[in-house]
């Protein structure tokens, strides 16, 4: 599988963005979707993943703000982020994995997009 992350931008702290990710090649409802960020000097962080039946597991310095959801029609999968914080500004990217649990460990997933740009204003 091919994966595309879009809708990154600049937003002021309290707005929203919904970041995508198309996926192509192999049978895109059989994977699992991660979710994961990554700001300056620090290392790549899990955001959220959503499983193969669309179960979700989210970090808990997102829960309540940020929501996934997939769309197997589309082969997209979507990361909803609202009240958005400075905090949040980092590259995110989207992967993919052949397993059927929302996992948190991004070594679990075996395909990456290639990052979009978020960055939150004060």
């Known amino acids: 599988v091919q994966l595309q992350a879009s809708g990154g931008g600049l937003v002021q702290a309290g707005g929203s963005l919904r970041l995508s990710c198309a996926a192509s090649?192999?049978?895109?409802?059989?994977?699992?979707m991660g979710w994961f960020r990554q700001a300056p000097g620090k290392e790549r962080e899990f955001v959220a993943a959503?499983?193969?039946?669309?179960?979700?597991n989210y970090a808990d310095s997102v829960k309540g703000r940020f929501t996934t959801s997939r769309d197997n029609a589309k082969n997209t999968v979507y990361l909803q982020m609202n009240s958005l914080k400075p905090e949040d500004t980092a590259v995110y990217y989207c992967?993919?994995?052949?397993?059927?649990?929302?996992?948190?460990?991004?070594?679990?997933?075996?395909?990456w997009g290639q990052g979009t740009q978020v960055t939150v204003s004060s």
């Open positions: 090649g192999r049978t895109f409802s059989m994977n699992a």
């Open positions: 959503i499983s193969r039946s669309s179960s979700t």
């Open positions: 992967a993919a994995g052949f397993f059927a649990f929302p996992v948190v460990a991004p070594g679990a997933y075996d395909t």
